[in-house]
């Protein structure tokens, strides 16, 4: 892949100007709380029979999400641990489900419990029961981008907070070191999560994430689900252009950013055609918390692969939130 955005030395200049949404915070504040009076009644914890990993126990988790609605999640824990340790909470890529638990061992293979969420209506465990809107080219960019209220990532967000106060409540957990983490779509659910419960996560590893910057990410970028948006306003573009972007606007990383406090490990890959750097970088700059960056100079959409993932247990040690037994 060449590079298609700004090179390394204006990245780290890159701060652009653009202000947010004047009820930004009255409008997640209001929807947290909206989601958190239904309660965490029925929440379920379920052991996983049969499983053949031998180092983690697994469980199938429901947990109630944005409306009370069940969100699925995988709850792995190391095998004879003993007594309160640092969660990870670990949101997916576009389009991913949970999969299967053998898929995201790498956090509790190095001692951490670890909460795999679903993305509603993205896998086969958690629907999205709320009318779609305009969901173009079948993605999720602009399902029900009317209007704030509407919109898919209203509910995933919401979601991503939920999961974090589950977590915090498990028995095997210290609910003052929870991790939230994850790469693209889960990096921008990472750093939602870290701005919306500010105060109740540690830290954030927030991998070349998506929903930064988003209209400068909708006019530069060449592939993935931003290009949704533009091929929804090709074709339905009279009226709606700065409609869709004021609805953009609440779910954008780079509004949210400044309310997040927890230190924080962006990434960003100079090559990635899918997240462009650059909208990386704004969110980064705008940071509330102390942020440290790696940067990929060679990587697609990919980033540092597992070189990032290495970093990323050598960073959280080095933040006291390793795991020692």
Not at 219 to 234: K, N, T
Request: hydrophobic share 40%; net charge negative; proline share 8%.
């Amino acid at each position: 892949m060449p590079l298609t955005d700004l090179p390394h030395e204006e990245l780290l200049r890159y701060r652009p100007e653009a202000a947010g949404p004047a009820d930004l915070d009255a409008f997640w504040d209001g929807t947290l709380a909206g989601a958190r009076a239904h309660g965490d009644g029925g929440a379920r914890v379920t052991p996983v029979a049969g499983s053949l990993l031998r180092s983690v126990d697994v469980y199938d988790v429901r947990f109630p999400g944005f409306g009370g609605e069940p969100v699925a999640a995988w709850l792995l824990v190391p095998r004879g641990a003993e007594g309160r340790r640092p969660a990870v909470v670990e949101y997916l890529g576009y389009s991913q489900g949970r999969g299967l638990p053998v898929e995201r061992l790498l956090f509790a293979s190095a001692g951490y419990v670890s909460l795999v969420v679903d993305s509603r209506g993205q896998g086969n465990d958690t629907p999205d029961p709320h009318p779609g809107g305009p969901q173009w080219v079948g993605g999720f960019m602009t399902r029900g981008v009317e209007s704030p209220e509407g919109y898919y990532y209203r509910r995933l967000y919401t979601d991503a907070v939920r999961a974090v106060d589950f977590v915090r409540g498990l028995p095997q957990v210290d609910p003052d070191r929870v991790v939230v983490a994850g790469g693209s779509q889960g990096g921008a659910l990472a750093l939602a999560a870290a701005a919306l419960a500010d105060g109740l996560v540690a830290a954030a590893l927030v991998d070349v994430p998506f929903l930064q910057h988003v209209r400068r990410a909708v006019e530069i970028s060449s592939d993935g689900p931003y290009r949704e948006v533009a091929e929804y306003l090709r074709f339905h573009s009279r009226g709606n252009v700065e409609q869709t972007f004021a609805t953009l606007a609440y779910a954008d990383g780079m509004h949210l950013a400044p309310r997040a406090t927890a230190p924080a490990l962006f990434s960003a890959a100079l090559m990635d055609p899918v997240c462009p750097p650059s909208t990386v970088f704004a969110s980064y700059h705008r940071y509330g918390g102390k942020a440290d960056m790696e940067v990929w100079p060679f990587g697609d959409h990919a980033g540092g692969r597992s070189s990032q993932q290495q970093r990323q247990l050598e960073w959280l040690r080095d933040h006291g939130l390793g795991v020692a037994d």
